[in-house]
């Protein structure tokens, strides 16, 4: 249930023109404007020396394509997400949602026990399913990633998404759209690998509820 794309992130964009993922109309306004979004997630916290080397990364893109990208995330949201709960675009759908969702994640996290950190290592900036570009992650060690999958893998037959984890670092969404073969090439090229370093840590494994991509609260 680990999924690190290792063939697939260096050629993330396409040699022409790119259409943005029509979810993400969500999330983001044709202006690029942050909407509201509502949900809670489970989630590691970053250092503050990591979140420094994600804002360049970050700035790096908004410098060769900014018209492609929506309202820059602050770096206090960055974080790794473990694994999704409940979300919608509709607050009294989410809150209602959320409570036992939030229950379910306590317990599960809670069999995790006090784990020895999980070294990763960044591998690549690249477009995460037409919605937002990301910086990928990948376990230094064998033992890294299974017990990163064994978590995720508990957390899904609680709250099923469906699908493996990619673990990523949202940099920025785009702005919902069509974009010319120009200024896809530019960001194209901005994008690359990143030698950024992380430790995942069992005290800053958190539940944290958020009322868009950019407002973040830990419970």
Same mark, same amino acid.
């Given at each position: 249930?680990?999924?690190?794309?290792? $063939?697939? =992130?260096?050629?993330?964009?396409?040699? #022409?023109?790119?259409?943005?993922? +029509?979810?993400?109309? !969500? !999330?983001?306004?044709?202006?690029?404007? =942050?909407? +509201?979004?509502?949900?809670?997630?489970?989630?590691?916290?970053?250092?503050?020396?990591? !979140?420094?080397?994600?804002?360049?990364?970050?700035?790096?893109?908004?410098?060769?394509?900014?018209?492609?990208?929506?309202?820059?995330?602050?770096?206090?949201?960055?974080?790794?997400?473990?694994?999704?709960?409940?979300?919608?675009? $509709?607050?009294?759908?989410?809150?209602?949602?959320?409570?036992?969702?939030?229950?379910?994640?306590?317990?599960?996290?809670?069999?995790?026990?006090?784990?020895?950190?999980?070294?990763?290592? @960044?591998?690549?900036?690249?477009?995460?399913?037409?919605?937002?570009?990301?910086?990928?992650?990948?376990?230094?060690?064998?033992?890294?990633?299974?017990?990163?999958?064994?978590?995720?893998?508990?957390?899904?037959?609680?709250?099923?998404?469906?699908?493996?984890?990619?673990?990523?670092?949202?940099?920025?969404?785009?702005? +919902?759209?069509?974009?010319? +073969? #120009?200024?896809?090439?530019?960001?194209?090229?901005?994008? @690359?690998?990143?030698?950024?370093?992380?430790?995942?840590?069992?005290?800053?494994?958190?539940?944290?509820?958020?009322?868009?991509?950019?407002?973040?609260?830990?419970?």
């Amino acid at each position: 249930m680990l999924n690190t794309l290792d $063939d697939y =992130i260096w050629r993330s964009l396409p040699d #022409g023109s790119f259409s943005t993922n +029509p979810n993400l109309s !969500k !999330k983001v306004a044709p202006d690029g404007t =942050i909407l +509201p979004y509502y949900g809670n997630t489970i989630v590691f916290l970053l250092p503050d020396s990591v !979140k420094c080397e994600l804002k360049r990364l970050r700035d790096g893109l908004y410098a060769a394509a900014p018209g492609m990208l929506a309202a820059p995330l602050r770096e206090e949201t960055f974080h790794m997400t473990l694994h999704d709960l409940a979300n919608s675009p $509709d607050r009294a759908e989410a809150e209602a949602l959320m409570p036992e969702a939030e229950a379910r994640a306590r317990e599960i996290s809670a069999g995790f026990g006090d784990f020895a950190p999980i070294a990763m290592r @960044g591998t690549w900036t690249f477009n995460m399913v037409n919605t937002s570009v990301v910086l990928g992650l990948a376990p230094v060690s064998a033992e890294g990633r299974e017990r990163l999958a064994g978590m995720y893998r508990a957390l899904e037959a609680a709250a099923p998404l469906g699908y493996a984890l990619t673990p990523h670092i949202t940099l920025a969404y785009f702005r +919902p759209g069509e974009y010319g +073969p #120009g200024e896809v090439a530019r960001l194209r090229d901005a994008l @690359g690998p990143a030698g950024v370093e992380v430790e995942l840590r069992a005290e800053n494994l958190v539940l944290q509820r958020f009322t868009d991509m950019n407002s973040y609260h830990s419970l």
